[in-house]
């Protein structure tokens, strides 16, 4: 499996970004999958910030968004070309980190965010940097 993610830059406050994750050997459209974007700033832990999941054949997909992102940022994914896609919108200095692409997730990590992710498959980061 590899995961490639890309989009990131510099760009002032108030500003939008896409980021881009292409995973190669995994399926997306699983019955049990956990796929997500975490971000990690200088000196700080790495969070979680947006993830999408399905937790059985019946079950829908679900997102989910950290506090701080919530309303601007938004997750997708595309089952045909195997991306994740984070849309990054009104974006503020603090959003500035190193952003990474996972998949194969525990299922766990999609719902508790405050619990650092653990396994799955990253991408290499892509760094956002967000100008006041």
């Known amino acids: 499996v590899q995961v490639v993610d890309s989009g990131g830059g510099s760009v002032q406050a108030g500003g939008s970004l896409r980021l881009s994750c292409v995973v190669s050997?995994?399926?997306?459209?699983?019955?049990?999958?956990?796929m997500g974007w975490f971000r990690q700033a200088p000196g700080k832990e790495r969070e979680t910030v947006s993830t999408i999941a399905r937790t059985g054949l019946n079950a829908d997909w679900s997102t989910r968004y950290a506090g701080a992102v919530k309303g601007r940022f938004t997750i997708s994914k595309d089952n045909n070309k195997n991306t994740l896609t984070l849309q990054m919108d009104s974006l503020k200095p603090e959003d500035t980190a190193m952003y990474y692409c996972?998949?194969?997730?525990?299922?766990?990590?999609?719902?508790?965010?405050?619990?650092?992710?653990?396994?799955?498959?990253w991408g290499q980061g892509t760094q956002v940097t967000v100008s006041s």
């Open positions: 050997g995994y399926t997306f459209n699983g019955v049990f999958v956990c």
């Open positions: 996972a998949a194969n997730l525990p299922l766990l990590s999609c719902v508790d965010f405050t619990k650092a992710p653990k396994g799955g498959y």
